[in-house]
Nanobody, 125 residues
Framework: QVQLVESGGGFVQAGDSLRLSCKAS????????MGWFRQAPGKEREFAAA????????YYADFVKGRFTTSRDNAKNTGYLQMNSLKPEDTAVYYC??????????????????WGQGTQVTVSS
């Protein structure tokens, strides 16, 4: 059974950094994309970043470019989302997801088969 377990959320001040981790188990993820999404109260889930597990190509939403970086450690079967220069509008529950999604549809949450439980990120001004 595939599981994605997230960690690393928390309460920080504007301008601070956080690193989210997503530990995957139950299979190897060659050929998969690991995506990071977020959902703020009253808003739809939105795409933030993604990485192709084999090869490491990355994708980013415009609002995180230059601030967030996604990476993965194959040996640990773990993906990461490094978030710098956090803003209050980054406050949300952050989810990692994995799926064999087509690169053209990376931002679409429907393209992912497995989801983590979510981790809360709160950024205070």
């Amino acid at each position: 059974q595939v599981q994605l377990v997230e960690s690393g959320g928390g309460f920080v001040q504007a301008g601070d950094s956080l690193r989210l981790s997503c530990k995957a188990s139950g299979r190897t993820f060659g050929g998969y994309v690991m995506g990071w999404f977020r959902q703020a109260p009253g808003k739809e889930r939105e795409f933030a970043a993604a990485i192709v597990w084999s090869g490491g190509r990355t994708y980013y939403a415009d609002f995180v470019k230059g601030r967030f970086t996604t990476s993965r450690d194959n040996a640990k079967n773990t993906g990461y989302l490094q978030m710098n220069s956090l803003k209050p509008e980054d406050t949300a529950v952050y989810y990692c997801a994995a799926g064999k999604t087509d690169p053209r549809t990376v931002p679409n949450p429907n393209g992912y088969d497995y989801w983590g439980q979510g981790t809360q990120v709160t950024v205070s001004s």
